[in-house]
C-alpha cells in the first residue's frame, strides 16, 4: 500500500514538534509554501485545517478512527508536475495545450485500533484544469470535444487512468475539467517508532510514513531534507477525528 500522490492526481500538514516542542517552522518544498489549492496556491474551502503542509513529523498516538479532509503538497512538487503536463503535452495531439489548474483532495477512513491493527477506505480525488486551444480543436465544438475525450476515459484508454470524467467548454478554444477519483482500500497492522508510523499490508507490503497527531487531526507526510536543519514536507495527508 502506497501513499505517494497523495495526490494522485495523475498521480494530497503549525510549528515544529508537538505538544509544545520548538523548533524551525517547516517548510514545503524547497524554502516554499505549501500549495493544497489551484495555481496560485489558493484552497478553496476555507473548513479544511489551515495547517495542511505547515506540520514538522512529531509522532503521537494514532489510535482513534479517522476521516480524511485535505490534501496538499509542495510548490515544488507542483511544479515538478507542471513541467511532467508539459511533455505529456509535447508528445499529445495538441503540443499547445497548458495547465491551468490543479486541486487534489482526500476522503474516506483511517481506523487504527489498540491491538495493533488498521483499515484503509481512501480516495484520492479533485481537478485538473487544462486548456486545449483552438489550433488543436480545427473547428470541433466544445461539447464534442467532451465526448470524444470521456469516450477515451469509458474505453480505458485515455492517457491518465484516474481521470473519471471530463467536461469542456468555450468557444473557440476549450477549457477542460478533469476530475480525479481513484479509490484504495487496505488493512494490515502498524507500529509506530518515534515520528514514523510503519504499515505492515495483509499483501505483506510495509510502508513507512513520517506523521504527525496534533490534538484531533493526524498529517501522513512525505518528507525530504531541507536547509538550516529543516525537513522538508513535500507532502500532507490530513485526516481529523471528533
Not at 487544462?130 to 469509458?154: K, R
Not at 481513484?182 to 515520528?195: A, H, I, K, L, Q
Request: aromatic share 6%; charged share 10%.
Amino acid at each position: 500500500m502506497m501513499f505517494r500522490g497523495t495526490i494522485v492526481l495523475l498521480c494530497a500538514g503549525g510549528l515544529a514538534g508537538c505538544g509544545g516542542g520548538g523548533g524551525a517552522a517547516p517548510t514545503c518544498g524547497a524554502g516554499q509554501p505549501c500549495d493544497g489549492g489551484d495555481a496560485g496556491g489558493n484552497d478553496s474551502d476555507a473548513t479544511l485545517p489551515a495547517t495542511c503542509g505547515n506540520v514538522q513529523p512529531c509522532g503521537g498516538d494514532v489510535v482513534g478512527d479517522w476521516t480524511f479532509v485535505d490534501a496538499c503538497e509542495s510548490a515544488a512538487n507542483v511544479a515538478a508536475f507542471a513541467a511532467t503536463f508539459a511533455t505529456m503535452a509535447a508528445e499529445s495531439w495538441c503540443p499547445s495545450q497548458t495547465l491551468v489548474a490543479r486541486k487534489p483532495s482526500a476522503t474516506g477512513s483511517f481506523l487504527f485500533d489498540t491491538a495493533g491493527t488498521y483499515s484503509l477506505a481512501l480516495t484520492f480525488g479533485g481537478y485538473l484544469d487544462f486548456n486545449l486551444p483552438a489550433q488543436c480543436l480545427a473547428g470541433v465544438s466544445c461539447e464534442d470535444t467532451t465526448a470524444g475525450l470521456q469516450a477515451q476515459i469509458d474505453a480505458g484508454s485515455y492517457p491518465m487512468p484516474n481521470v473519471s470524467s471530463i467536461a469542456c467548454a468555450g468557444t473557440s478554444s476549450c477549457l477542460c475539467r478533469a476530475t480525479v477519483n481513484s479509490p484504495r482500500s487496505d488493512s494490515g497492522t502498524y507500529s509506530v517508532s518515534g515520528n514514523v508510523l510503519t504499515l505492515t499490508a495483509t499483501s505483506g507490503i510495509v510502508t513507512d510514513k513520517s506523521y504527525c497527531v496534533r490534538s484531533n487531526t493526524l498529517h501522513i507526510l512525505d518528507t525530504s531534507p531541507g536547509s538550516a536543519g529543516q525537513t522538508t514536507i513535500d507532502s500532507d495527508l490530513v485526516a481529523m477525528k471528533p
